[in-house]
């Protein structure tokens, strides 16, 4: 079995299998047709579970072979231009080399002796962001596995500042405070469109789902301010600690930004933490014409960044920034058998000293390629594309008499539901909801497009998330009349039912 480690003897092995692995990867994307086959749970389930794992094919070209039939074929591909469903995006090539070398490699990125080289080129990566950002020379951060981990790190950090301080005050003002105390009164305010991993890192930090506080949103599905102010202030009123104000640069479902100076303003009149979860909006940073967008971004004391949306990046690949470095302390532990007190006296860079993961693959690695090989403007060019796109979708669906849109987008995503216009009675809104739900589900099971779904104001509704910009308005069309040809297929099979 020695013979399938990678090392000094094996590298012929090596370069053919990869090459082979390659060669099979790049014909399915030179003949893909549609972004799946269409290929379903109940068929697929069998075909996996019926493999015997305990015995090897030894051979892998024949492991190749199987995996045509069990991943290949029916994978998802986010290349397709008329895959619109996630946050998920095509990548490119660079970060796809960078990806290659890192898996051979396979440093791990939690110590100075496990990852030289690896350690300065994600700090230098770090440092980048954050001035990119607007941070600050105080400024630092840590790779992460994505938007959800980066966020919850950004709360663990505000939470046990927010505790510090609070029992600084106490002391003080001659009193003790525990910690134990102080933690059912901490508060997190944020929009009501903001992402799910907010109340779930509250749950995980011991805050429970209680101590975040929904903030209604405006019409354009930005976080209202005005009621941001009105519940800070009773926030206060009822004894409680405002620990944090997440502001979104992108939200989820309608990409929207919140109005992050005004939200900045506010923090810290409440002396609460600020954290913006730009994991979609990123790629604003290296837009060559929206930057502005992000205004008030630099006001941060924390930022999420998801590489892996907007940057093209191949999952996984997302970090956390924060302004002063010294909060970063917060995650940190020192254990003797890998990154003792002494290291730090050393200055010795040990990444685990900031990071709430031990192993961690080099994903920065696929970031740095990208920039060196492409360069900050041509990624920003990329996200311009499909932001101008969103903004042709947004005509098209505006104009189409068959559908409605919830609002105009200010980064590429599109949220839109089909209304029928039949001569006579009016459709029953639970009717149309089945129908734009049935819509999406036959959509996906012809492998003809991919969209996504969600709920607006309780109703059903479709979405457009656009991150590539082979996409054109021609095929925005197309999935169009797709999903209507679904919707008044069922209607009027459901309504012949009712009738």
């Not at 898996?103 to 990125?109: C, G, M, P, Y």
């Not at 440092?127 to 630092?140: H, K, M, V």
Request: net charge negative.
């Amino acid at each position: 079995m020695r013979q399938h480690l990678l090392n000094e003897t094996t590298a012929d092995l090596y370069r053919r299998s990869v090459t082979e692995g390659v060669a099979r990867v790049a014909a399915k994307l030179a003949t893909t047709e549609r972004p799946h086959t269409g290929m379903s749970v109940d068929a697929l389930a069998p075909v996996i579970d019926g493999i015997d794992l305990d015995s090897p094919l030894e051979d892998a070209a024949a492991a190749l072979d199987e995996l045509e039939d069990v991943y290949l074929r029916d994978a998802v591909y986010f290349h397709h231009p008329r895959y619109l469903g996630h946050l998920n995006c095509p990548v490119v090539i660079p970060a796809v080399l960078g990806e290659a070398v890192l898996s051979a490699v396979n440093s791990s990125l939690d110590t100075w002796d496990q990852s030289i080289g690896g350690t300065l080129i994600e700090r230098r990566l770090v440092d980048w962001t954050a001035q990119r950002i607007g941070l600050g020379p105080g400024a630092d951060g840590i790779f992460t596995s994505g938007g959800s981990q980066s966020n919850f790190h950004a709360l663990l950090l505000a939470r046990d500042e927010a505790c510090r301080v609070v029992m600084r005050h106490a002391a003080d003002a001659g009193r003790e405070l525990p910690k134990s105390e102080v933690l059912p009164k901490l508060r997190i305010f944020t929009s009501e469109a903001s992402h799910f991993s907010v109340k779930k890192s509250a749950a995980m930090l011991g805050l429970g789902y209680e101590a975040v506080i929904a903030v209604p949103v405006d019409r354009h599905r930005r976080m209202d301010t005005s009621v941001l102010a009105l519940e800070l202030e009773n926030c206060a009123r009822e004894g409680l600690f405002p620990m944090a104000v997440v502001a979104t640069a992108g939200t989820t479902d309608f990409g929207s930004i919140d109005p992050l100076p005004e939200i900045a303003r506010l923090a810290a009149e409440h002396s609460a933490w600020m954290h913006v979860d730009a994991a979609y909006g990123c790629g604003l940073l290296v837009s060559p014409t929206r930057r502005h967008l992000l205004d008030g971004i630099e006001l941060a004391d924390s930022v999420t960044v998801d590489y892996h949306k907007s940057f093209f990046q191949p999952v996984s690949s997302s970090a956390l920034l924060v302004r002063d470095r010294d909060t970063m302390k917060h995650a940190t532990y020192h254990a003797d058998y890998l990154n003792p007190r002494r290291m730090a006296e050393e200055r010795i860079p040990n990444q685990v000293d900031k990071s709430i993961q031990t192993t961690r693959r080099f994903d920065a690695l696929k970031l740095w390629m990208t920039l060196r090989v492409m360069g900050a403007d041509g990624i920003g060019s990329l996200f311009d594309e499909v932001i101008d796109l969103a903004a042709a979708g947004w005509d098209l669906i505006a104009a189409d008499p068959r559908f409605e849109v919830v609002v105009e987008p200010q980064i590429s995503t599109l949220v839109f539901r089909y209304v029928p216009r039949p001569a006579g009675a009016q459709v029953p809104a639970g009717l149309v909801d089945e129908a734009n739900l049935h819509a999406r589900k036959a959509l996906f099971a012809s492998g003809e497009a991919v969209v996504a779904g969600t709920k607006v104001d309780g109703r059903q509704y479709l979405k457009f998330t656009l991150l590539n910009p082979q996409t054109t308005t021609a095929d925005i069309a197309a999935v169009l009349d797709l999903l209507a040809v679904h919707a008044e297929q069922f209607l009027g099979e459901s309504l012949v039912v009712h009738s």
